[in-house]
Every structure is written in C-alpha cells, then in structure tokens.
C-alpha cells in the first residue's frame, strides 16, 4: 500500500521553522512521506503565525484550495498548528479537520489514527529532521512572560519553559559531530533562559548555557535569537565577548526610540538604557553587528514621537532592522487602544527608517572593505557561493574558477566590495 503523503506550509519565525522540522520528523516516524505539493498530499499541516494580521489572513486563504483538494481526496485531512489565538480558531476550525496546540504536536498519532509510540514529556525533545545540514535551530526555550500590550505571544506560546541544559548541549553535541557549523539558539526571549538542571551556581542561565555550549569540542558557531533589552545584562555581553564561538550579531529588538510609546508598549526600559545597553556592547564585543525589530504607528504615536525612533537609528547606526507596521492583535492590551496612526502614514513612517536603515548599513559595510572575514557558504551560485560571515552579513563571492563544493565550509575571504544589503569578496 503506498504511503500517505504530507505537506507542511510555515509561516512566521525561525521558531516556527524549527517547530515545522519537529512535525517532519514526527510524521515521517508515523510513516508518512513528504509529497512536492500542497494539492498532492493527503496531510496538510499549517504552522501558522498571529503575529500580524496578514499572516492570519493567509491561513483563511487557503480555504478555497482545501475544497478543491477535498473534492478529489476524500481523505485529505488539515492540521492547523503554530501560534494560533483562540478567538481565529473559532473560524480556522471549519477549514481544518485539527487545531492543536503546537505542543500537541508530539501526539500527533492520536489525531491521525496511527499507532503512537513511547510517549515523550514536551515536543522539544522530539529530535527534528533538519532542513539543512550545516545550519541548525535548537530551541532553548519556548513562551513569553513580559506580556508586551501588542503582541499575541503570550497568548498563543504561553508562559517560558527552558529545556535542560543538560539536554541542550547533548543534542548540539550530536550536531557538531555530524558536522554542524551554526548553532541557532532560539526562543522569544532566550535571555531569560532558566535551564531545568541545577548548576552549582544554582539554576543554569543563559550566560551559564553559552559557556556550557562553548566547551563542546568542534568548529561552529553559536549565534541566539531574539533578545529583550530588559534581560540582556552585562553578564551576556562579558560571555559573547569571551567565548569564541559566540559570534559578533546581536538582535536587540527596541520597538521604539520614545519613552512614552516604549512604557504604552510595556517594554519596561527606557531609550537611555538601550542606548547604555549598545554602548556596553560595543566596547565588549569587536565588529558587533546589530539588528532591531521596530513597530511603527503604534496607537496614538505621533510625528514627534516617530521621529524620536528616525533619531535614535540615525545614532545606533543599525546594519539590519525588521521594520513592522503595527496590526492591531485581537485580545492583547493595544487592542483597546485607539489604532490611530492611518495605514498610508504608517508605510511613510516604514520607509523613512529603511532609508536611513539603508545609509547607515552601507556606512558601516564600507568599513569592512579590504578586512578579511570568515563565511560560511551556505548556497552555489550561477558564478559563484553566497554565505554569511560571522556578523551574520550576506557576502557573495566569485568562483574565479574553482571547482570545490564549498556549501556548508568555512572559508576566509577578503571583502572586496561593500553594499547596502550585502558584501562583496574573493577567497583568499
Ligand atoms: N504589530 C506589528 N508588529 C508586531 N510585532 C509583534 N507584534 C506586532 C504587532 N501586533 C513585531 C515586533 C516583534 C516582531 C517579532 O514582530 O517587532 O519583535
Ligand atoms: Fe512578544 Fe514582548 Fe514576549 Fe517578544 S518579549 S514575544 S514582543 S510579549
């Protein structure tokens, strides 16, 4: 009998990805295969994100394709999971057959009537099929206490849970030893990692776990995603500027450059703590690269207001931003508030900020021209390799005829050309 086919589709954040690689591995264990296309698999299962409403928006627009689908495969079955909000899910639930909890995903077999095996305590153990294999996400922790007034993940990941360091550092042991060369670590805030085990100091916190992470034997880099300004100390900043496999990228999502619009956020820092946050950084760490998440056309931000955040990424000087237009989010506590900053106005105040994003990016990679740096190639192209060196900066690189298959290798290569969204250079 042929096996059933799967297909996932992911939306949202690396979290996503890496929780869409865990559902891989758990169907193809319940002997699923992968089909090429959404219209050729008897399984579909989305990982949605809520972040913002076009992402939901998305997830509904696939009710048209489904009833097609539905009408040539009678059993054809859509799983929805992800950060899903109960109130979409009331709506979603008549377009899939399942809306389950992403940490439902390790009893996956109970929904689609296979035979479960040993039972696992909480879906980050399920080992993940990775898509790459040179690049790898290993989630650290999952969930979010700080309840930030816009934002629905809270709601839809729940509170913070660390896995065990212990179980952290074997698993990227395995990885090295395959030959993993970047470590992803991930969570919503993995600075306030509270690993499970006790340590001698106590519970194990991140700047512990990156320690612990740097011991492993193997060349790789360690890179971590994402950062709240209120939890990244002095101790993370002394630990990535120690350990060598910790690399110089950081991103320090602000939101805001205004103190009234950060406390009606509930960020619970001040610009001028940020400000003293980069400038630590900057003297601990050498060529740190920083990125930030802004929104902008919060509720009742004004001109003032906005430029206060043009002000401060003029002066930060940011190589990368994700510059968010705020979509109000059912539930949340900005949804009370008055969504008065006009969607015309809110794509000006975006494009503003990718202009000066733009100067200040080709600014600072300038400064790196002549410089050599290390990349590791993560794709071939028509005449050449194209990778990210340790800042985490896109450097495409001239094959000048060689023939070696560099995917996945380190390389040292002397950057030739700087512009605004990537580097230039020429292996040495
Ligand atoms: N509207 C717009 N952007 C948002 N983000 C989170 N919630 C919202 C929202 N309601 C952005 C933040 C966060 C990133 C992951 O998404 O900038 O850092
Ligand atoms: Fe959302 Fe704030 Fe938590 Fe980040 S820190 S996931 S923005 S609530």
């Known amino acids: 009998m042929a096996k059933k086919s799967y297909y996932i589709t992911t939306f949202g954040c690396q979290m996503n990805v890496s929780d869409s690689e865990r559902i891989a591995s758990m169907l193809s264990s319940l002997d699923y295969v992968p089909a090429s296309n959404l219209e050729d698999a008897d399984l579909a299962l989305v990982n949605m994100c809520s972040v913002r409403q076009t992402a939901v928006d998305r997830v509904h627009g696939l009710a048209k394709k489904f009833r097609e689908i539905r009408e040539k495969n009678k059993k054809f079955t859509a799983i929805l999971t992800g950060c899903v909000l109960k109130k979409d899910s009331q709506k979603l639930c008549k377009i899939f057959d399942y ?10 077999a109970k929904f689609l009537g296979s035979k479960s095996f040993d039972s696992i305590d909480h879906y980050l153990q399920i080992a993940p099929a990775h898509q790459s294999k040179f ?56 600075n306030s990692y509270h690993g499970l085990i006790l340590s001698k100091k106590g519970w194990t916190s ?9 011991e492993i034997p193997g060349e790789f880099w360690v890179r971590f995603t994402s950062s709240h300004p209120k939890d990244f100390n002095e101790k993370v900043i002394k630990t990535t500027a120690s350990c060598k496999k910790v690399t110089p990228y950081l991103n320090l999502p602000v939101q805001s450059g205004d103190n009234a619009i950060l406390k009606k956020m509930n960020r619970r820092y001040k610009v001028s703590d940020y400000k003293a946050l980069i400038k630590k950084a900057r003297k601990e760490i050498p060529n740190l690269c920083l990125s930030t998440d802004i929104i902008v056309g ?9 430029e206060n955040t043009a002000k401060l990424f003029r002066e930060v000087g940011y190589d990368m931003a994700y510059i968010n237009k705020y979509s109000p989010r059912p539930g949340t506590a900005a949804e009370k508030l008055n969504d008065n900053v006009s969607k015309e106005e809110k794509k000006n105040r975006e494009k503003i900020l990718t202009e000066i994003l733009k100067e200040t990016a080709l600014e600072n990679n300038k400064k790196i021209v002549g410089k050599e740096t290390v990349v590791l190639i993560d794709s071939k192209t028509n005449d050449g390799w194209l990778g990210k060196n340790d800042q985490y900066k896109t450097v495409k690189i001239k094959s000048n005829g060689q023939k070696k298959d560099l995917v996945g ?19 040495k």
Not at 99 to 105: C, T
Not at 417 to 424: G, P, Q, R
């Open 99 to 108: 809306v389950i909890d992403v940490r439902e995903i390790k009893d996956l």
């Open 409 to 427: 290798k380190f390389v040292n290569v002397k950057i030739t050309k700087a512009m605004e969204w990537a580097l230039e250079g020429e292996i």
């Open 298 to 306: 919060f509720p009742g931000e004004t001109q003032k207001q906005f």
């Open 135 to 190: 690049s790898a996400n290993v989630p650290i922790m999952t969930g979010c206490n700080n309840f930030c007034t816009y934002c629905v993940v809270p709601y839809t990941r729940n509170r913070e849970t660390s896995r065990p360091a212990k179980e952290i550092v074997a698993e990227i042991t395995k990885l090295v030893k395959k030959g993993y060369k970047e470590i992803w670590l991930l969570g919503q805030n993995v």
């Open 206 to 214: 991140f700047s512990e776990l990156l320690e612990m992470i740097e």
